[in-house]
């Protein structure tokens, strides 16, 4: 049942005996998330295991329990809703292999099957009861009214997060008595069994305290509208930490620097004094912030009555959408570590919330999932948002619309990088025809599809097809962009790569320092792509064979993704290879050898042994 103190005695459970698990301990939400996902992203940004992109999902998640640190280990799934089909697809597939140093503890409002150790978490003893309520109100106001205070513990049915509640109610109320409270709890009786009706939750006798106590907590925010308004906005948050920097981004509105400073204050006295203290919201050793997903579900109804509820989303998701268009298409380590803790958010926005999403942002939290994912090589819930994108694009703005063209050059790019060209071809070549109609011969999105059906063929040894696409792209950006752009420089660094391809390396090499030297005053020195364009022209020395010219190149690649992307990422092996080979050919075999030597280490890391 909820609100019997489940996740709080797993969590004092876990940080009790953290000395009997040298293997770590983990802890996974996962009431609307996805297990897998959160496993292979805690393994990136905690464990800072580089995970192989080829691989499929279930591959990825495998391998980062297969590369999990020695010793044993307690993992903690909070909060499973059910151990129905759900629970076999988002789940089951994804927990750890059957070995005893992986330790599993699940809480859960459900029980599960015969094959699970179960511990039934019953209510609390009276005695206990009554001593977590004296620990909030104070010894001396129990021993004045015990009696009374004993039947208070019993009417809550003996459920610690009702008695959470109604103590701090009691400690904020020092002037009220046991019986009077009893007796508020009493009228709230009614709208606590309509709460929970509404809310779909299961033995209603057990948890009417809980509601009642929520009820009463309600009430005693009417002195702030401003307090329960906040609480229901609270609700639109996923059922994970969230940063407050969010909350203020969505409730503060002004743009006048002192006034949001002020605004930003009465927030935090909102927050602090209405809702921590009332034990509504809770604070996280992270300093982030928590909903318990009883009271998230009882506040999402109180926000269904507001008649603001439709701003509140709409506001919330503009935030989102902002989250969103902060990750680059190629989003670093570092960028993912950051907007790790908000990807919650951000699916529940691409999930529950698009309704409230304006049709100009409606893409957005798909793309930045995409990216997210994509990013760290997690294909498959790539794929399925790219397929949700395009399937609510089509249905809310029609066929013919630029997003849907964008959302069909997503989905295709998403399978280039996966080497599905047979399926990318057909979905550039219609989000080329589309953007045609829609935007005219001349317009940048014109020349990304180009682009991007140029580099397709490319792929493919199709180099008649890929070039003239190539050139139409570098003329139109050129002409749209200016000479000096980004994109400019990604046209004549692609030209360059199938120059190369085709042999002409006349062609191909000031094109390469062209795009180069555009990268580095664009982008700055220590960049991805600045990185990939030293790489690229290295190489293209080396088959030329002007070796001297491509060692620097090399190294300089080198340095930088190492800086960026981390010792153990499948570019530094690539660096470390070509470097390699380059020496090889120039005869330096001693320096050549520890360069392969590291590169064939990281690669068993990434793709295993065999």
Known sequence: ??????????????????????????????????LGTQVVNFARTKLGLTIPDQLEFNQQVEYCWGHWPEGTALIVLDDVPSFSNDYKQRIQPYLPPAQSRFKVLVTSRQRPGASYRRIDLDVLSPEAALELLESLVGKERIDQERKEAQALCEWLGYLPLALELVGRYLDIHPNLTIPKVQKRLEKKKLAAKALLYQTEQGEITAQLGVAAAFELSWE????????????????????????WSLVESCVIETEDEEEWEEEQEDLEELRDSFLVNRNLLQLTEQQTYRLHQLIREFFQTKLAQLPEADGYKQSFCQVMVAVAQLIPQTPTQEIIAAVNPAIPHLVETATVLTDWLRDEDLI???????RFYEGQGTYD???????????????????????????????????????????????????????????????????????????????????DQAEPLYQQALEMKKQLLGHHHPDVATSLH???????????????EPLYQQALEMKKQLLGHHHPHVATSLHNLAALYKSMGRYDQAEPLYQQALEIRKQLLGHHHPHMATSLNNLAGLYELMGRYDQAEPLYQQALEIRKQLLGHH
Not at 21 to 33: A, E, I, K, Q, S
Not at 228 to 236: E, V
Not at 494 to 508: E, F, I, W
Request: hydrophobic share 35%.
């Open 220 to 243: 005693d925010l009417e002195e702030s509208p401003e307090a329960q308004q906040l609480g229901c906005r609270l609700s639109l948050f996923a059922p994970a930490p969230f940063d």
């Open 494 to 508: 692609n030209l360059a790569a199938l120059y190369k391809s085709m042999g002409r390396y006349d062609q191909a």
């Open 381 to 463: 819930q790539a794929e399925a948002l790219c397929k949700q994108c395009l399937e609510i694009t089509r249905t809310r703005l029609g066929q013919d619309h630029p997003d849907v063209a964008t959302s069909l050059n997503n989905l295709a790019g998403l399978y280039y990088s996966m080497g599905r060209y047979d399926q990318a071809e057909p979905l550039y070549q219609q989000a080329l025809k589309i953007r045609k109609q829609l935007l005219g011969e001349e317009h940048v999105d014109v020349a990304d599809s180009l682009n991007n059906l140029g580099l397709l063929y490319k792929s493919m040894a199709r180099y």
């Open 364 to 370: 957005w939290p798909f793309v930045g999932l995409r």
């Open 1 to 34: 049942m909820g609100g019997v103190g489940k996740t709080e005695l797993a969590l004092q459970y876990a940080l009790n005996n953290q000395h009997n698990y040298p293997g770590g301990l983990c802890w996974f939400p996962v009431r609307g998330l996805d």
